[in-house]
C-alpha cells in the first residue's frame, strides 16, 4: 500500500498564519482527483479553497467546520489507490470500493441514496428533527450540505401550514415552552469578522473620523439608465447600475480633493495619484469589500463588469486576498438593504468612505415649486487628521453635482 499524502494548510497570504476550517466539500472515504477541491479555509481576508495534492481516497479528517489551523498544520491525508469504476470526480458511493474506510462515509449516507450527508448538514439535520431523505441535496456530487438544510427549514418555515393545536395551558407546557424559547447556541467568531472587529476598533482609536451628509436628486440618473439600458446590455452583456456612476463621480471628487484619496504612513502623509476604490458587496460570509484598481481608466461597462464578477465570486466564497488589500477609497451602498441614513466607518488606513442609501420620493422645492424626487442620502465619513471639513464638504458636493448632471463626466467640468 502506498504511503499516504499529507494535506496541509498552504500559505495563503502574507502575515497570515492561522485560517478557520470552512466546508468540507469531500468526505471520508471518497475518492478525489487531484486538483479537486477537498474543503474552504477562511482567512482574515477571504475565502480559499484546498485543492487535493493528489488523486486517492480521502482520510483522517482531523479538522473538522469552525475549528481554527494554523499554516502548515496537516488537516487529512489522501490515500492513493485505484479509482473505483463507478466513481467519478466527485461522485459518491466510493467508499464500497474505498481499502479500510473508517465507516464515516456510510454513517453519513443519504438514505434515499443519492447522495452524502455533510457533518455538518447532520447536525442541522437533528437539531430540527428531519431526515436527509426530506432535503433536497444540491452540493456537488450530490452532497446534502448544512446551506440545503438551513434553505429548506426557511422554506418550511415561511410556506402556509395548518396550525397547530393549542397545547394544554399547564405550567409544565409553559415552562418547556420558555426553555426552548430562550436556548443559546455557542459559536467561535469567523475570521472574516475577527479581522473587521479588529480594524473597525482601530479606526474608532486611531482616526479623528468625522461625518457630513448630502442629497442626490436621482431623477437625471435614472433617467439616464431606462433611456439606455437595453442599448448597454446588448453591447456590454452587463446591465447598467448606479455604482459606476457613483465610482466615476468619485474618481472626479478624488482628483479635486486628493486629501480624501491619501493616506497618514508614520509622520508622512502619501497622495495616490491613482483611485483604487473597494466596493462593499454582501458575500457568502459577510460583507466584503473588493478593490477596483485603477478606476480613472475604466470605462462604464469596465465597472459593472468588475463588480458583477466579484459579487459572483464573494457568494461563492472565492475572493482571493489580493482582491481585497490595496483600496484607497471605498464606497458602501446600504441602500440595497434599505437604510435611509448612516456614518460608515473608514476602512484603515484609508481616510474616506461614501456611503449610499435608500432612493426614496421625497418633496424638494425647485425653482420655487414643491415637487416630487428620486432622493439618496449620500454621507462621507473623514479622516479629520488629514482632510479639513471644507474639503470633505467640498468633495460631497462634487459627488452631488456629477450625479445630478452626469454629462459632467464627459465634458470634464
Do not use: C
Not at 502506498?2 to 471518497?30: C, N, R, Y
Not at 479538522?63 to 489551523?69: H, L
Not at 432535503?135 to 440545503?148: H, I, M, S, T, W
Amino acid at each position: 500500500m502506498s504511503e499516504a499524502i499529507q494535506v496541509e494548510v498552504p500559505t495563503v497570504g502574507e502575515s497570515i498564519s492561522e485560517v478557520q476550517i470552512g466546508q468540507w466539500l469531500k468526505a471520508e472515504g471518497d475518492w478525489v482527483n487531484s486538483g479537486e477541491d477537498l474543503v474552504e479555509i477562511e482567512t482574515e481576508k477571504a475565502s480559499v479553497q484546498i485543492p487535493a495534492p493528489a488523486s486517492g481516497f480521502l482520510r483522517k479528517i482531523s479538522k473538522q467546520e469552525e475549528e481554527f489551523a494554523n499554516v502548515g498544520d496537516v488537516i487529512a491525508a489522501i490515500e492513493p489507490g485505484e479509482k473505483p469504476v463507478d466513481a467519478g470526480a466527485g461522485t459518491s458511493g466510493s467508499s464500497v470500493t474505498a481499502p479500510s474506510s473508517q465507516g464515516s462515509h456510510s454513517e453519513a449516507s443519504d438514505s434515499s441514496g443519492s447522495g452524502f450527508v455533510m457533518p455538518a448538514a447532520q447536525r442541522l439535520l437533528d437539531e430540527h428533527g428531519l431526515s436527509s431523505n426530506q432535503v433536497p441535496a444540491r452540493g456537488p456530487g450530490g452532497r446534502l450540505l448544512k446551506e440545503d438544510v438551513l434553505a429548506f427549514v426557511r422554506e418550511q418555515k415561511s410556506s402556509p401550514s395548518l396550525p397547530a393545536p393549542p397545547a394544554p395551558r399547564t405550567e409544565t407546557s409553559l415552562v418547556t415552552n420558555d426553555s426552548e424559547l430562550r436556548g443559546e447556541e455557542i459559536k467561535p467568531l469567523s475570521m472574516l469578522r475577527r479581522t473587521i472587529a479588529a480594524r473597525l476598533v482601530e479606526a474608532q482609536q486611531t482616526a479623528a473620523l468625522l461625518t457630513t451628509f448630502n442629497e442626490i436628486d436621482m431623477d437625471p440618473v435614472m433617467t439616464i439608465r431606462k433611456k439606455y439600458k437595453d442599448q448597454f446590455l446588448e453591447r456590454h452583456g452587463v446591465k447598467l447600475g448606479f455604482m459606476s456612476f457613483f465610482a466615476k463621480a468619485a474618481v472626479e471628487a478624488l482628483r479635486r480633493y486628493p486629501a480624501v484619496n491619501a493616506e497618514i504612513r508614520g509622520d508622512d502623509v502619501v497622495y495616490r495619484h491613482y483611485q483604487d476604490i473597494g466596493v462593499a458587496i454582501g458575500g457568502g460570509k459577510g460583507l466584503v469589500v473588493p478593490v477596483l484598481r485603477n478606476v480613472e481608466r475604466m470605462s462604464f461597462a469596465d465597472v459593472e463588469q468588475s463588480i458583477g464578477n466579484f459579487a459572483r465570486q464573494a457568494g461563492e466564497n472565492r475572493l482571493q486576498p489580493m482582491d481585497l488589500i490595496g483600496g484607497t477609497f471605498t464606497i458602501s451602498n446600504g441602500g440595497v438593504y434599505g437604510s435611509l441614513l448612516s456614518t460608515p466607518i473608514v476602512n484603515p488606513p484609508q481616510s474616506g468612505i461614501l456611503g449610499l442609501h435608500s432612493i426614496q420620493q421625497r418633496p424638494v422645492a425647485i425653482d420655487g415649486n414643491v415637487v416630487i424626487r428620486p432622493m439618496m442620502y449620500v454621507a462621507l465619513t473623514y479622516d479629520h487628521r488629514i482632510v479639513d471639513g471644507r474639503e470633505a464638504v467640498g468633495f460631497l458636493k462634487t459627488i452631488k453635482d456629477v450625479i445630478e448632471d452626469p454629462a459632467r463626466l464627459f465634458l470634464e467640468l
